[in-house]
């Protein structure tokens, strides 16, 4: 099981990026997919997660600004992320995991499969 996330950069404020989470080694298509970050001293969080039928969740800040998507063809989720600000400045990760509970299921212990982290930097 191999994830692959790239797509991360610098960017001013009010910039955006698409990050990408390339999945191997599993039939992603059955697997829920969530995008986490991490900022230097604080706890990695959830942002945004999709489930295998398509159902999403965001972090309240990433309401609106952010959206996730995947396109099981390609083995691929996107995190694309618009009006970005400082306060998003972190490693992003993905992650895959499966038989999540039915809420507060875009959490990082209840997945188990990670890719490396891309940097995403936001200037002011």
């Known amino acids: 099981v191999q994830l692959q996330a790239s797509g991360g950069g610098l960017v001013q404020t009010g910039g955006s990026l698409r990050l990408s989470c390339t999945v191997s080694?599993?039939?992603?298509?059955?697997?829920?997919i969530g995008w986490f970050r991490q900022a230097p001293g604080k706890e990695r969080e959830g942002v945004a997660c999709?489930?295998?039928?398509?159902?999403?969740w965001y972090l309240d800040i990433a309401k609106g600004r952010f959206t996730i998507s995947r396109y099981n063809a390609k083995k691929t989720a996107y995190l694309q992320m618009n009006r970005l600000e400082p306060e998003d400045t972190a490693v992003y990760f993905c992650?895959?995991?499966?038989?999540?509970?039915?809420?507060?299921?875009?959490?990082?212990?209840?997945?188990?499969?990670w890719g490396q982290g891309t940097q995403v930097t936001v200037s002011s």
């Open positions: 992650a895959a995991g499966r038989n999540l509970p039915d809420s507060n299921w875009c959490r990082p212990d209840v997945f188990d499969s």
């Open positions: 080694g599993f039939d992603s298509d059955y697997y829920d």
């Open positions: 999709i489930s295998s039928t398509d159902g999403t």
